[in-house]
């Protein structure tokens, strides 16, 4: 070992870290905006205090969603040139069914224009009135697909998924104990499948074990149950299972990833997400009489069954993406990024949902702004301070988002009052994360002077993205 090397060792050990950074370099940059405190203060006004209503124009640092605002890579771009544009058999839709074949694992592929399209196929075809679907926590589309379809959702998650400070590493476990209680209730008959999510979006990103994965499936044996999963955040799983299980720290996130789809019968995919392209998705089986089902709706609902929706370049970058999705480098950079900012918000003791997880930072706004009743929107306050202070766009996942009871017509109380720092994959550097850590900050430090809002628009129906207020 060289004098230097142990110099460079002695420093790492004397600051506790060693960097690393993105396995990428820029080549082509994409202007932002920078706005002065007035012209924010009018965008504001003019957008109701909702950040749904901003022009992205007047965002600086966008962290609305994770959604579809990836950066592709030059590889994608170049891939995009390559789209075959046939109606029937383009060679880009061979491709991607490869490429689910060799990182997902199953058999079947159908192509579809974004996530809930496959969760709409799938739900038509093996879900029958009076249904009952167990799940790891609902996501909304998912859902709402399955009640569509006339099923219910019943969650089966674990109770430390719903408790923002709790440190369990696999908050997105699925209980045992809870699924044999509905199994026992209405019958396996009655249980067309399993929704399985890694990470779980609603619970902050967490993940699920294997060893859960692996007991599900025991379980699910016995009676015959199938697995659907929803992959897409299911590389980010891979990467907590990695880290955090034993046995899996020397495997890559590609052999994990495999892994864990063999103990499932099928997923969906939105590929916004995970697979890095700015639209798409996709449905993958095994077993082929569903195949067929969803093979013959998808002509129905999508495009023909080797497009489903999107354009042969599209399907070229998406191919692309799966692989470069998969990267031990990518994923752990990524998640790198999220936690970065994570550990920049706690060493202020600014209050977050914890563990970090995989997409997000959600600041837990009751703890922000404790002298803010829930009725005066802590979380969307929050969300309007942060964009007051620099230009940072985040969304509220609060009382807003919960809507109201059908019943009496009151908001919704839910136990969370979050506000969502979403980050978008290989967009953002280093330093805008320092931007948006030091706005958090200013918003806390100013948290005593801060006055809730007062709704005076609300629209019917997921009022969250066009409901307008003004500051009490
Ligand atoms: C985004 C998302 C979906 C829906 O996918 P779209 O591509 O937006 O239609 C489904 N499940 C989860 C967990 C998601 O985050």
Not at 104 to 122: D, F, M, N, S, W
Request: glycine letters at 8%; a negative charge.
């Amino acid at each position: 070992m060289t004098d230097q090397h142990l110099h460079l060792q002695t420093m790492g050990q004397q600051h506790g870290r060693r960097s690393w950074a993105e396995p990428w370099k820029i080549k082509m940059v994409e202007p932002i905006r920078m706005t002065t405190p007035e012209e924010r203060q009018q965008a504001l006004r003019d957008a109701g205090y909702n950040t749904f209503l901003l022009k992205s124009d007047d965002v600086y640092i966008d962290l609305l969603t994770d959604s579809g605002t990836s950066a592709m890579s030059d590889r994608q771009w170049a891939g995009m040139m390559l789209g075959d544009e046939a109606y029937a058999g383009s060679r880009n839709f061979y491709r991607l069914e490869a490429a689910i074949r060799d990182y997902y694992g199953y058999k079947y592929v159908v192509p579809t224009h974004q996530g809930r399209g496959a969760e709409h196929l799938i739900s038509q075809a093996v879900i029958k009135p009076g249904h009952t679907i167990p799940g790891n926590m609902y996501f909304t589309t998912t859902r709402l697909h399955q009640e569509l379809a006339g099923g219910t959702f019943v969650d089966v998650i674990v109770d430390e998924a719903h408790d923002p400070a709790n440190p369990h590493p696999f908050k997105g476990n699925v209980d045992l104990d809870k699924l044999q209680a509905v199994i026992d209730r209405v019958g396996a008959e009655n249980i067309p499948y399993v929704s399985l999510a890694g990470t779980v979006n609603m619970a902050g990103g967490q993940p699920v074990s294997m060893e859960n994965v692996r007991a599900l499936r025991t379980l699910c044996d016995r009676y015959g149950i199938r697995i659907y999963l929803d992959a897409t955040r299911m590389v980010e799983n891979a990467f907590f299972i990695q880290e955090r299980e034993a046995g899996y720290a020397d495997k890559p996130i590609a052999a994990i990833l495999k892994e864990f789809c063999s103990y499932t019968d099928g997923a969906w995919m939105s590929a916004k997400k995970d697979n890095l392209v700015n639209i798409g998705g996709w449905l993958a089986l095994n077993h082929e009489d569903v195949f067929d089902q969803c093979r013959n709706l998808v002509v129905v609902y999508e495009g023909l069954h080797t497009y489903g929706g999107m354009a042969g370049r599209d399907m070229e970058a998406l191919a692309i993406g799966i692989e470069e999705a998969v990267q031990d480098d990518h994923v752990r950079s990524r998640i790198g990024q999220v936690r970065y900012l994570g550990e920049l918000l706690q060493e202020w003791d600014i209050p977050i949902v914890q563990p970090v997880g995989g997409h997000a930072i959600f600041l837990d706004a009751k703890r922000f702004y404790p002298h803010l009743a829930q009725d005066v929107f802590p979380a969307q306050t929050l969300a309007a301070e942060l964009y007051l202070d620099s230009g940072v766009r985040s969304m509220e996942r609060g009382i807003v988002s919960a809507g109201r009871d059908p019943e009496t017509g009151d908001h919704r109380h839910p136990k969370l009052e979050l506000t969502r720092l979403t980050i978008p994959r290989r967009v953002y550097t280093q330093a805008h994360m320092d931007v948006v850590a030091e706005s958090v900050k200013s918003a806390y430090d100013r948290r005593e002077q801060t006055r809730g809002l007062r709704m005076i628009y609300e629209p019917k129906y997921l009022r969250f993205f066009q409901c307008r207020f003004e500051p009490i």
